[in-house]
């Protein structure tokens, strides 16, 4: 595709539920990102995927929070057991080796 | 432990002067600096990077100016339009041998708003 793309734009659920974020890369970006946007911060990374190599995941908050990259494309980030504090924008990017990162639209979840 | 740091919330300017956003960080590893644009209800947009071994690059209407030995970049935009309004984040990375670590280290934001 053009660019990134994400899905939902956006995500109400109940507390306790499980959700899942999708991020389709640019086609033939090796690296893809996850970050999100809580209210009044800053960007704050969640994982790293290049290539074949094992992500980084140092930044997932806790181990509710999981993603995978299937085929080395499309990744879904999954929040299980959803708490209030995990009510941000999800921000997913792409990028090649060692060039800026581009950004989809972000998935706004607000757990209730 | 916030390593890089936007202090300044929010900068007001007029159409046409020059707008400064400065940002300073603390991680003396970071040899890769960005900068990214926001409007609202999208994706951050790269906007300009610099490399540790420079002190300025230039892009047009935006410069960015890195002060190594003040862990301090800052982004010039001259002459600031108000379709330049938007919230601005820096970003820092370290490159190991060559290869990002792909682990970008962003700001809190400045919202720069641009009067006609």
């Given at each position: 595709?053009?660019?990134?793309?994400?899905?939902?734009?956006?995500?109400?659920?109940?507390?306790?539920?499980?959700?899942?974020?999708?991020?389709?890369?640019?086609?033939?970006?090796?690296?893809?990102?996850?970050y999100?946007?809580?209210?009044?911060?800053?960007?704050?990374?969640?994982?790293?995927?290049?290539?074949?190599?094992?992500?980084?995941?140092?930044?997932?908050?806790?181990?509710?929070?999981?993603?995978?990259?299937?085929?080395?494309?499309?990744?879904?980030?999954?929040?299980?057991?959803?708490?209030?504090?995990?009510?941000?924008?999800?921000l997913c990017?792409?990028?090649?080796?060692?060039?800026?990162?581009?950004f989809?639209?972000g998935?706004?979840?607000?757990?209730? | 432990?916030?390593?890089?740091?936007?202090?300044?919330?929010?900068?007001?300017?007029?159409?046409?002067?020059?707008?400064?956003?400065?940002?300073?960080?603390?991680?003396?590893?970071?040899?890769?600096?960005?900068?990214?644009?926001?409007?609202?209800?999208?994706g951050?947009?790269?906007?300009?990077?610099?490399?540790?071994?420079?002190?300025?690059?230039?892009?047009?209407?935006?410069?960015?100016?890195?002060?190594?030995?003040?862990?301090?970049?800052?982004?010039?935009?001259?002459?600031?339009?108000?379709?330049?309004?938007?919230?601005?984040?820096?970003?820092?990375?370290?490159?190991?041998?060559?290869?990002?670590?792909?682990?970008?280290?962003?700001?809190?934001?400045?919202?720069?708003?641009?009067?006609?």
């Amino acid at each position: 595709g053009a660019g990134v793309s994400q899905s939902p734009s956006n995500k109400v659920t109940e507390k306790g539920k499980d959700v899942e974020l999708r991020c389709d890369p640019i086609s033939g970006h090796t690296a893809l990102y996850w970050y999100r946007q809580s209210l009044g911060q800053g960007l704050e990374f969640l994982i790293y995927f290049q290539g074949n190599s094992a992500p980084d995941k140092s930044g997932l908050p806790s181990d509710r929070f999981s993603a995978e990259r299937t085929g080395g494309s499309v990744s879904t980030l999954t929040i299980q057991r959803t708490q209030q504090e995990d009510s941000a924008v999800y921000l997913c990017a792409s990028s090649l080796v060692n060039t800026e990162a581009f950004f989809g639209q972000g998935t706004r979840l607000t757990v209730v | 432990d916030q390593q890089v740091k936007q202090n300044s919330p929010s900068l007001s300017v007029q159409e046409g002067r020059i707008s400064i956003l400065n940002c300073d960080y603390t991680n003396s590893m970071f040899d890769y600096f960005l900068w990214y644009k926001k409007y609202p209800a999208e994706g951050p947009t790269f906007l300009i990077s610099i490399s540790s071994i420079k002190d300025k690059n230039e892009d047009g209407r935006f410069t960015v100016f890195l002060n190594k030995s003040a862990k301090h970049l800052s982004l010039h935009i001259v002459p600031s339009q108000p379709g330049d309004s938007a919230v601005y984040f820096c970003a820092a990375e370290t490159f190991a041998g060559g290869t990002s670590y792909g682990k970008l280290t962003f700001g809190q934001g400045t919202i720069l708003t641009v009067h006609p």
